[in-house]
T-cell receptor, first 114, second 110 residues
Framework: DTGVSQDPRHKITKRGQNVTFRCDPI?????LYWYRQTLGQGPEFLTY????????KSRLLSDRFSAERPKGSFSTLEIQRTEQGDSAMYLC????????????FGPGTRLTVL | TQLLEQSPQFLSIQEGENLTVYCNSS?????LQWYRQEPGEGPVLLVT?????EVKKLKRLTFQFGDARKDSSLHITAAQPGDTGLYLC??????????FGSGTKLNVKP
């Protein structure tokens, strides 16, 4: 399967714990996006990378959130000191070339903070 | 960001019925995209519309971009249970970021 993959698919954690999610984009894609989606809403942009450079960060991405894409391939999204409001689906997408090109989404990581 | 309002929020219909969902804004867009998202999965791109008044067809789905490029509609003919999902419209802003509407949740009952 050469689509976008995300790991884990589900994560349950207690408030205050740190969590890390991984995204493996389609191999030739240079752009990688992270989104957050809560129930009943569309995805909200969090951040995006072009190759290994993080070029945009949403104001939604507080200091507790950090994302990396160290070699321009896979990416990680870490949330420190999780809060109940962080409970959501975290989606990763990748694309090749310009912003208007098709994004391919992964299946997401469902985070539940107890 | 430029708000995208989608309506209706929820739609439950019988198999075989026709339906239309809408994506509206007060802003002009260079393009709009439509996605379908099934439960537990990421959104999948259905179509991109770029020209005012443009109509695109994808089997039983017909997409229209408003003449003023502020709104778009998706019409489904003879809906099937496989059409069930969350339909999202989105636009690109600041060249790099995508803004999504809140979606229309469609349920097609057999």
């Amino acid at each position: 399967d050469t689509g976008v993959s995300q790991d884990p698919r589900h994560k349950i954690t207690k408030r205050g714990q740190n969590v890390t999610f991984r995204c493996d984009p389609i191999s030739e894609h240079n752009r990688l996006y992270w989104y957050r989606q809560t129930l009943g809403q569309g995805p909200e942009f969090l951040t995006y990378f072009q190759n290994e450079a993080q070029l945009e960060k949403s104001r939604l991405l507080s200091d507790r959130f950090s994302a990396e894409r160290p070699k321009g391939s896979f990416s990680t999204l870490e949330i420190q000191r999780t809060e109940q409001g962080d409970s959501a689906m975290y989606l990763c997408a990748s694309s090749f070339g310009g912003a208007a090109n098709e994004q391919f989404f992964g299946p997401g990581t469902r985070l539940t903070v107890l | 960001t430029q708000l995208l309002e989608q309506s209706p929020q929820f739609l439950s219909i019988q198999e075989g019925e026709n339906l239309t969902v809408y994506c509206n804004s007060s802003s002009v867009f260079s393009s709009l995209q439509w996605y379908r998202q099934e439960p537990g999965e990421g959104p999948v791109l259905l179509v991109t519309v770029v020209t005012g008044g443009e109509v695109k067809k994808l089997k039983r789905l017909t997409f229209q971009f408003g003449d003023a490029r502020k709104d778009s509609s998706l019409h489904i003919t003879a809906a099937q249970p496989g059409d069930t999902g969350l339909y999202l419209c989105a636009h690109v802003y600041n060249f790099n970021k995508f803004y999504f509407g809140s979606g229309t949740k469609l349920n097609v009952k057999p």
